[in-house]
């Protein structure tokens, strides 16, 4: 069967023969009296790539958040994105539990974070921004010039979940090289960031390494200030267990693929992505996602309860998709650059002719 369910969206596995050999899986002491092998070295790394100063691993992005909203200055405000990803959500009802205020603000909306942000103002509370650097639900990235713009007026802070973008986004390429058809995801590798060209000490990047770098291990970026500060105020470096050594090397080894050779399977990436959406083009009306890995489709018997039955005869057609929200549900394919030309063009034939077969029943052309 077809599979595109998968996150790996550069295709790194990360073979066990693929990684440089260790003696122990772990040290078995916290990671505040110890880091993992090799833990600084790549945190260093990854926060470079993404154009912070200093980086910090952590098992996942659960444990990050859990350390980084139960630490917050006293009367602070979390705004929160509408759309934000679950996990950051649970930070947050951690801040909120310790007494910190809660604002909720439209899914990439700038202007509706200032209003809120000019309204609290007066109240003296220390803003803190949460928000997704790249969402695959609606396929767009996030204003994070004109969230900044908004938020630095009142001294806060951006918090950016970049997990879908690291490794994904990267460097605009210049005039010359975007007229010689430069990657579509830009260069690199390093994520929003770099995408939109955001700096400063007022931005807080959490990010997991298991999508586009298959590493299944957590990076808080920023200020070498922020990364100490919460190095020293971490409750799970101290209480629960550090990355382990194979997942370390597993990162590790990402980085150097990405150094190495991470433009190229981006721009195979990119073709098979645009190969799908050309051949699906006349069958669905819209198909969420832009240019990126998580192609969502809209409507044209492909919402609700069509979307239900689309996916369970995709499946019976030899094709695993990923059916997304219960409440909305909508068929979304994942793309990788291990996918072929092949794998793509029969993804979209059994597409087309699921889609036409639901037509005629809805129809009442078929029993």
Sequence with gaps: MLDFTSGL???????????????ALTGGRPATLAETDGAAAVAHRAARLTGCEAGLLLPSTLHLFFDLFGALPRRSTCYVDAGVYPV???????????????????????????????????AGFHPIVVTDGFCPGCGLRAPLNSLLASLRR???????????????????CD????????????????GSLRACGATGPD?????SLAKAFGAPVAMLAGSRELVARFSRHSATRMHCSPPSVAVVRAAERALDVNAARGDALRAVLARRIRQFRMLVARTC??????????????CGGAVGEDAVRLH??????????????????????????????????????????????????RSGGLP
Excluded: M, N
Aim: aromatic share 6%; net charge positive.
């Design 88 to 122: 950051a959500r649970w930070g947050v009802e951690r801040a909120a539990s310790r007494g910190h205020r809660v604002r909720t603000f439209a899914h990439f909306d700038a202007a509706h974070l200032e209003r809120l942000l000019a309204r609290d103002a007066r």
């Design 203 to 207: 931005i807080v990047l959490a990010s």
């Design 9 to 23: 969206y550069l295709g790194l596995r990360h073979a066990s023969d693929s990684l440089a050999a260790w003696d």
């Design 175 to 190: 005039a010359l090289a975007t007229a010689l058809h430069a990657p579509a995801f830009g260069r690199g590798g390093g």
């Design 154 to 172: 009142y001294e806060g802070k951006l918090v950016i979940d970049d997990t879908q973008a690291l490794g994904i986004l990267g460097k605009p």
């Design 312 to 361: 369970h005869a995709l499946a019976a057609a030899g094709v695993r998709t990923v059916l997304q929200s219960p409440r909305d549900p909508r068929i979304s394919f994942l793309f990788s650059s291990s996918h072929s030309e092949a794998d793509v063009e029969h993804a979209a034939l059994a597409l087309q002719r699921c889609l036409s077969d639901g037509r005629r029943r």
């Design 285 to 298: 009306a819209s198909i969420r996602g832009d240019l990126f890995p998580v192609q969502t489709l809209g």
